[in-house]
């Protein structure tokens, strides 16, 4: 049985879980109001203050689908609770990064500065070298944090580029010369 999906989900005061037919599932708390289409295979019962997943039967992709069910549904009463944040560090000389409304302007060594603007629903905000990324839905959170990071992706030898704050770059050693 999976581990993950058999956890119930407690379900915080001040927060509504509707589950409506085809596994439409909508999550309101003080934060915002969350929506999502689940597996339809999945049964979702709530029962007092809790969700609880199940499976029809034990067959592989039915495994895989009950955990993740789960967890989405976890995840979006994380959300609207507590929220989720990521956060970026731009390094190098001359790299810089600074907000103007909804617009991040973001300086990395480019002829031109890369202009972003916040998607709706996330917030980003600029502390020195740093870029916090915020908003209810952990998966477009993520996604926006990953744009920002492509733009420049921290490189090897200096470390120079846009990493999140917890990455470890593997460092190269760089040319040595002749003796």
């Given at each position: 049985?999976?581990?993950?999906?058999r956890?119930?989900?407690?379900?915080?005061?001040?927060?509504?879980?509707?589950?409506?037919?085809?596994?439409?599932?909508?999550?309101?708390?003080?934060?915002?109001t969350?929506?999502?289409?689940?597996?339809?295979?999945?049964?979702?019962?709530?029962?007092?203050?809790?969700?609880?997943?199940?499976?029809?039967?034990?067959?592989?992709k039915?495994?895989?689908?009950?955990?993740?069910?789960?967890?989405?549904?976890?995840?979006?009463?994380i959300?609207?609770?507590?929220?989720?944040t990521?956060e970026?560090?731009?390094n190098?000389?001359?790299y810089?990064?600074?907000?103007?409304?909804?617009v991040l302007?973001?300086n990395?060594?480019?002829?031109h500065?890369?202009?972003?603007?916040?998607?709706?629903?996330?917030?980003?905000?600029?502390?020195?070298?740093?870029?916090?990324?915020?908003?209810?839905?952990?998966?477009?959170?993520?996604?926006?944090?990953?744009?920002?990071?492509?733009?420049?992706?921290?490189?090897?030898?200096?470390?120079?580029?846009?990493?999140?704050?917890?990455?470890?770059?593997?460092?190269?050693?760089?040319?040595?010369?002749?003796?």
């Open positions: 049985m999976s581990r993950i999906g956890m119930p989900i407690a379900i915080p005061a001040g927060v509504t879980v509707e589950i409506a037919e085809n596994n439409h599932v909508t999550v309101k708390g003080p934060k915002g969350l929506e999502r289409v689940l597996p339809a295979e999945m049964e979702i019962k709530k029962e007092g203050e809790e969700i609880i997943v199940s499976r029809p039967n034990d067959l592989k039915m495994k895989s689908l009950h955990g993740l069910t789960r967890t989405l549904i976890n995840n979006m009463v959300g609207v609770t507590a929220g989720y990521k970026l560090e731009v190098g000389v001359g810089r990064a600074s907000k103007a409304g909804k302007t973001l990395l060594g480019y002829s500065p890369v202009e972003m603007e916040d998607p709706e629903g996330l917030e980003s905000k600029v502390d020195g070298n740093k870029i916090i990324v915020s908003g209810i839905d952990k998966e477009r959170v993520g996604q926006y944090a990953a744009e920002i990071r492509d733009k420049r992706r921290p490189e090897p030898y200096k470390g120079k580029g846009i990493k999140y704050a917890d990455e470890v770059i593997r460092r190269k050693v760089g040319k040595t010369g002749k003796k």
